[in-house]
């Protein structure tokens, strides 16, 4: 970007707008001080000092600063004032504002001060002529009269009224000291005249303002009495330590001197007051015109000292033109060039600009991705936990709809599910609400919120739970016997209307509601979800290892693609991939069709299940059948010593022969420790195509750790082939190659231990959803079914117990818990795959992001 330097305000004001560039310093060596337009950022600095008085003028007198309207109108208005004409404009405005503030200030101050010395001075009047008339009739004389003492002898400190010699007199000091230092300030008296002192303290009703900081202060009248001169000194220094103010008093026993003093001071503090108020209403008027300003000069200051702040950037490298590099983004590019060349051809200086790209090669460029309302708060989880990589696949992509839908899985409920869904749509509603700082952060995420209520509505049909009870809203397709009368033993099984692999027998949507009432519900559910959590952590870890291939492509990597890529796919596939074949295979298989097939029958007999529709097959007769006899469905005779595999029609080996359903932990455990042997086979020559997936994973290993730094190697040898002589090249080399078989050697470890570690984590899904339908089922049964069946105000407080743990607990903890799981499912096990996170934020150069910034601050 080369401007003209006259232009280049304009041109930067305009491209400010845009949001759409980044400039690079082209003078790192230059100290700030160095730059060539350091005047104006000082002088832009000294605005924002003035304008930071001013609005803290504004908050003593709590007025509020008006807005300047809305920041996108502010920013594209057009300025055709001149940058020089601009500031030069401001400063002659705020700085004839400041110093009228600061007279102001200064005289307010010291007419507080007087006004404070007139309003202690009347207190003390007050209350040292009440002290003297009803606790001290006898004589006291003032500070004035210290050196007035008479020799003639009295018979105590305050004498009575009997009569006595009244010759034996007291010095006194009054003032006022804050009620606050009051019982350090009578401490401090005490020690330092060893309790040679007569003190008595006097509240002031109406507290006193401070005239510097205006806060109003509690202060008290004290009197002390003493009879040493040394000890005089003593009390002054102790008061001059507390800021203590000492008051001269006139002989107490002229009354009309004391009359004339208290009415000659009571008409000074009227007077004092009236002209206090007069100033503090001229100020008020004053801060009342800055506060409907301060917002906009504000805006002003902070765009200008962005502008000089950018072109403290540009290089001058010929006189009269300045010289910027940056990044802008791409589909911009055009728009940028424009601002320039009109700012330019504003001032008829159109030839003389040039926007163009810097030759190639360039270095990393930032990563910048345009999100809108939705996005925002998933590219900001990925960006906390690392930038992505220029061009490098985007995990926001897939976190915008994999982490709702993950949490969802953990905290599936219909009914808390719901609340969490209006919430967010609560905050879609009041969209453009103004809030604090913890409530802004949570209104940027309102759709994340409303998704993860959704989804944890959607999941709550899944598992039919609403508040830890089932939903009979399509009919259970299993009953009880005597259901219809409420007469269900204890231990009682549940019979299918519909048969079993009737299409009829199952529940239309999520879990039949008759398992919330089974006493193998736990049993059936812990089943389900943690199988179901290993089948979505697999598949999001393999799309992440996938995505690592999508980028080796793009970029070009080959031998990552070859040799990292590759084998992670094999490794994954064979063993963790191949895990969720057999969990669908084994729910897909008609076990019931099979384990009938290894079942001895009697044909004759019509409740043995003979002729069954359970059987897929056709029913066979066994050879010399003899009535009474037993035989398979397939037609196999029944010896009565018959083993399940012999009498299995399907030959799969092993002691299931393929009849009975497996264990599936026992099988993935025997791939790798009993390889060629399966005990329970799914199918045909399930062994050897185990062996063979064994194999695959057991080859890929060494392949990830040595195979990419082998060829690395012999890429270095090729490209650093010197005479015998250069010796220390070729220790570098070296050097070099040990730091990528290390790298290497993590990086494998990392992936195959990683792959065993990350699908135990997932099992978190299951066991997040366990304890929230748990605790929401022992809130429930504990705090309501227990309250119901006794009275109407048991019900009512059992109510308000179930209502306030359901908040506290799984409305607000397991929400956050849930969240913060979903959250480390992403960053950890889905991302490692694949995301680098060695980024660089894109920081365009944008008023709007300045101003925000200072608005904020």
């Known amino acids: 970007l080369i401007v003209n330097e006259d232009a280049a305000h304009d041109c930067l004001a305009d491209l400010g707008k845009l949001s759409v560039v980044q400039f690079t310093d082209l003078n790192p060596d230059l100290t700030p001080f160095q730059r060539r337009y350091v005047s104006y950022v000082k002088r832009c600095d000294e605005l924002e000092r003035k304008l930071r008085f001013f609005a803290g003028e504004c908050d003593r007198f709590n007025l509020d600063v008006a807005s300047a309207g809305e920041m996108d109108t502010f920013i594209h208005s057009s300025g055709a004032t001149k940058e020089k004409q601009l500031l030069e404009s401001l400063e002659v405005e705020l700085e004839g504002y400041e110093s009228q503030l600061k007279e102001l200030n200064s005289y307010s101050e010291k007419l507080t001060h007087e006004y404070n010395q007139k309003v202690e001075l009347q207190e003390v009047l007050e209350k040292a002529r009440r002290f003297f008339m009803t606790d001290a009739p006898r004589l006291a004389v003032s500070e004035l009269s210290t050196n007035r003492f008479r020799d003639e002898r009295a018979d105590g400190l305050l004498g009575s009224d009997n009569g006595r010699d009244l010759d034996m007199r007291f010095s006194s000091i009054t003032g006022v000291v804050s009620t606050e230092e009051k019982n350090r300030f009578e401490r401090m008296i005490f020690r330092a005249t060893r309790g040679n002192c007569f003190v008595r303290f006097a509240p002031i009703k109406q507290p006193i303002t401070d005239p510097n900081t205006g806060e109003l202060v509690e202060k008290s009248v004290f009197i002390v009495f003493y009879k040493s001169v040394s000890i005089e000194t003593k009390l002054k220094k102790i008061c001059d330590a507390f800021m203590?103010?000492?008051?001269?008093?006139?002989?107490?026993?002229?009354?009309?001197?004391?009359?004339?003093?208290l009415t000659e001071n009571a008409q000074e503090l009227v007077d004092s007051r009236t002209v206090l108020l007069k100033n503090q209403d001229t100020r008020y008027k004053l801060c009342q015109v800055l506060s409907q300003n301060v917002e906009k000069w504000t805006w002003v200051t902070v765009r200008e000292k962005a502008i000089y702040h950018s072109l403290n950037m540009f290089k001058a490298d010929v006189a009269g033109m300045l010289r910027g590099e940056g990044w802008v983004i791409a589909e911009h590019f055009d728009e940028a060039k424009m601002c320039v060349a009109r700012a330019h051809a504003n001032m008829d200086l159109g030839s003389s600009a040039l926007v163009d790209q810097v030759p190639k090669p360039w270095p990393t460029p930032p990563t910048h991705f345009t999100t809108n309302k939705f996005t925002y708060g998933y590219q900001e989880f990925v960006n906390t936990y690392g930038i992505p990589r220029y061009r490098e696949a985007n995990p926001a992509?897939?976190?915008?709809?994999t982490f709702p839908f993950l949490f969802g899985v953990m905290y599936g409920d219909i009914g808390h599910g719901t609340f969490l869904f209006l919430a967010g749509l609560y905050l879609l509603w009041n969209e453009k609400a103004k809030l604090g700082e913890m409530a802004a952060g949570m209104h940027a995420g309102r759709y994340m919120i409303t998704m993860m209520g959704f989804f944890a509505v959607y999941a709550g049909f899944v598992y039919n739970d609403m508040f830890s009870l089932g939903l009979n809203l399509f009919q259970s397709r299993y009953k009880f016997e005597g259901q219809e009368y409420y007469k269900v033993e204890s231990g009682a099984i549940a019979e299918n209307e519909y048969g079993y692999g009737n299409d009829a027998s199952v529940y239309p949507f999520g879990l039949d509601p008759i398992w919330h009432v089974a006493s193998n519900e736990l049993l059936f559910f812990n089943s389900f979800?943690?199988?179901?959590?290993?089948?979505?952590?697999?598949?999001?870890?393999?799309?992440?290892?996938l995505l690592k291939g999508c980028n080796a492509i793009f970029f070009g990597e080959t031998y990552d693609f070859l040799f990292e890529f590759i084998p992670m796919v094999c490794f994954s596939m064979s063993l963790f991939v191949y895990m969720i074949v057999l969990i669908f295979m084994k729910w897909t298989i008609n076990w019931e069709s099979r384990m009938m097939s290894a079942t001895c029958l009697d044909a004759s007999d019509g409740d043995s299940g003979w002729g069954s529709a359970s059987y897929d097959g056709a029913w066979t007769l066994c050879n010399g059948y003899d009535e009474g006899s037993l035989c398979t469905p397939w037609g196999y005779t029944c010896s009565g010593e018959d083993t399940t595999a012999e009498l299995c029609p399907l030959d799969f080996g092993g002691s299931g022969d393929g009849c009975q359903p497996p264990n599936l932990i026992t099988t993935l455990i025997s791939i790798a420790l009993s390889p060629g042997k399966v005990d329970e086979p799914l199918y045909l020559g399930q062994a050897k195509v185990q062996n063979i997936l064994l194999a695959i994973a057991g080859i890929s290993v060494p392949i990830l750790l040595f195979a990419k730094p082998y060829f690395i190697s012999k890429d270095?040898?090729?490209?650093?082939?010197h005479d015998d002589e250069e010796g220390g090249d070729e220790e570098g080399g070296?050097?070099?190659?040990?730091?990528?078989?290390?790298?290497q050697a993590i990086e494998?470890?990392?992936f195959v231990l990683g792959m065993v570690s990350n699908t135990a984590s997932y099992l978190r899904l299951w066991a997040l959803s366990l304890a929230h339908s748990e605790l929401a089922s022992v809130f429930w049964e504990k705090a309501m079914l227990t309250t119901l069946n006794m009275n109407f105000v048991a019900a009512f407080f059992g109510f308000a117990i179930f209502a306030g743990t359901t908040m506290g607990v799984l409305l607000m903890m397991d929400v956050l818990e849930c969240f913060l799981h979903a959250l480390r499912l992403h960053w950890v096990e889905f991302q490692n795959k694949f995301f680098k996170a060695d980024g660089v934020r894109f920081a365009p150069y944008s008023f709007k992001q300045v101003i925000g910034d200072s608005t904020a601050s």
């Open 734 to 743: 070296e050097h070099g190659f040990g730091e990528i078989v290390i790298h």
């Open 244 to 261: 203590a103010h000492r008051y001269s008093l006139p002989d107490m026993d002229d009354g009309p001197a004391i009359d004339r003093m």
């Open 397 to 401: 992509l897939f976190t915008a709809a």
């Open 529 to 545: 979800k943690m199988k179901l959590s290993v089948i979505l952590g697999i598949m999001q870890m393999f799309a992440g290892t």
């Open 716 to 721: 270095m040898a090729a490209n650093h082939q």
């Open 748 to 750: 494998t470890i990392e």
